[in-house]
């Protein structure tokens, strides 16, 4: 596996996508307050979000190749993009992260993998022809 830092376009689309998808379900929303992940009522909550994220691949890199950290700051731009681009994104950071042992300590990746990835992928599903065609029990 070769491992890089993420285009800061990359996490401009999931950021764009978690606004979209918080609107939609306050399920979404409670769960990243819960956890702890975002405090929606900070104003710059996507910054620290993004920086997070950024700063969570620098840390993979450093587990894969001993890449020092580069002092990088984010800033939030919106990305429109499909819910599939984003999920794309979304996975694309992931596995961007999943160096050492981010899988089993970090909160923020777990948090992504597990409920965030999961959520949009079942959205993404739920909306499809083939879904709602499908045989019901």
């Not at 285009?7 to 769960?31: A, G, P």
């Not at 990835?117 to 739920?126: E, G, K, N, V």
Request: aromatic share 16%; hydrophobic share 40%.
């Amino acid at each position: 596996m070769s491992a890089f830092l993420v285009d800061k376009r990359t996490i401009d689309k999931i950021i764009t996508h978690i606004e979209v998808k918080i609107k939609e379900s306050y399920w979404l929303k409670n769960q990243f307050e819960e956890k702890q992940v975002i405090n929606f009522s900070d104003f710059d909550w996507e910054d620290k979000l993004g920086q997070a994220m950024w700063n969570l691949n620098q840390l993979s890199l450093k587990y894969r190749y001993g890449d020092r950290k580069k002092n990088l700051v984010y800033k939030f731009e919106p990305v429109l993009s499909t819910p599939v681009e984003s999920f794309k994104a979304l996975q694309c950071w992931i596995y961007q992260c999943a160096e050492g042992n981010i899988p089993e300590k970090s909160k923020l990746y777990q948090f992504f993998e597990h409920v965030v990835a999961s959520a949009w992928a079942t959205s993404i599903i739920m909306r499809t022809s083939e879904f709602d065609n499908a045989e019901w029990g």
